[in-house]
């Protein structure tokens, strides 16, 4: 099991709930942060890794960890008949519908409260499912993966894109003085929640991340486990089936 890093060091709530409270706290600045303290990048990713599942041509999907739906919203280009987004955050939700209602999605998308560790739904019930940044936020890793195995059909496709720590020079030591002393500051001047983009890089140095995550996956019960690394490392696609 990875080590249980939380947001906010001096709460006594559990990782659940400080999960949620973070996200409620910064979600009227996420999509733009997001986008700017990744350059831009996490566009690219989300496509990456929505076109590993095009040959499967899923007819429902799954966004876990679904924020503001900028996952579920790329995964229409695989035109499929319903997918639906679960987040713990009302906050990112909310914002995550107005989206919806400016682009006129509101209709092909339905986002609703979701508990990764709990989903409301029942066995084999997509045929493809995506997380983008959200396994390292769960309290209880194999359960939360466990609920990914059983909600999703026999032979679905599951992709998860998570940060990870590049290995190779210069990308190495350019994304840890980013990390370290840009994102944080930006993260407190923007969003006004300096613990909330500590933790994102806190919780991207605990997390299990390529071999050792495939093994997790691979444990729980899932097949032809992969990953790709994009962008020198800086982040990767889990994907496999089952």
Known sequence: MSELV???????????DQVTEMFDSISYRYDFLN???SLGIDKIWRKRAVQLLKDYNPKSILDIATGTGDFAIESLTLRPERVIGVDISEGMLEK????LMKKGLEDKI???YGDSENLPFKNNSFDAITVGFGVRNFENLELGLSEIKRVLKAGGKFA???FSKPKKFPIKQSFRFYSKYIIPVLGKRLAKDKSAYSYLIESVEAFPEG????KILSA??????????????IATIYYGTI
């Open 211 to 214: 071999e050792e995550f495939t």
């Open 110 to 112: 339905k986002l609703q």
């Open 96 to 99: 995550g519908n107005s989206k």
């Open 6 to 16: 939380k947001p906010y060091k001096r709460s006594e709530k559990n990782k659940k």
């Open 160 to 162: 998860i894109l998570e």
């Open 220 to 233: 729980i019960g899932f097949k032809d486990v992969r990953f790709m690394l994009l962008t020198g490392g």
């Open 35 to 37: 986008h700017f303290l």
